[in-house]
Nanobody, 111 residues
């Protein structure tokens, strides 16, 4: 059974920072690309950042320069460092490995 468990969400003021973590079951982590998605109320779920096995990263235009995705293979964990947060970043953030989703963690940014 594959499990993805997110943590690190919360309430923060605009301009603040949060770091999200996604702990993955070991059998899948090192073989897969991993991504963070987010879904705001009434909107579709969109990709935020992706990290490939090679270490190459890709970001949505709206978060470039503010968010950083990284992974620690030894800990089977992927991170999303979010800096200079804006109210429009408010959403539920999901960890994704092809075929599997985490349960989501709420990020709320107050103005």
């Amino acid at each position: 059974q594959v499990q993805l468990v997110e943590s690190g969400g919360g309430l923060v003021q605009a301009g603040g920072s949060l770091r999200l973590s996604c702990a993955a079951s070991g059998s899948i982590f090192s073989r897969n690309v991993m991504s963070w998605y987010r879904q705001a109320p009434g909107k579709q779920r969109d990709v935020v950042a992706t990290i490939f096995n090679s270490g190459y990263t890709d970001y949505a235009d709206s978060v470039k320069g503010r968010f950083t995705i990284s992974r620690d293979n030894a800990k089977n964990t992927v991170y999303l460092q979010m800096n200079n947060l804006k109210p429009e970043d408010t959403a539920v953030y999901y960890c994704y490995v092809p075929g599997f989703w985490g349960q989501g963690t709420q990020v709320t940014v107050s103005s």
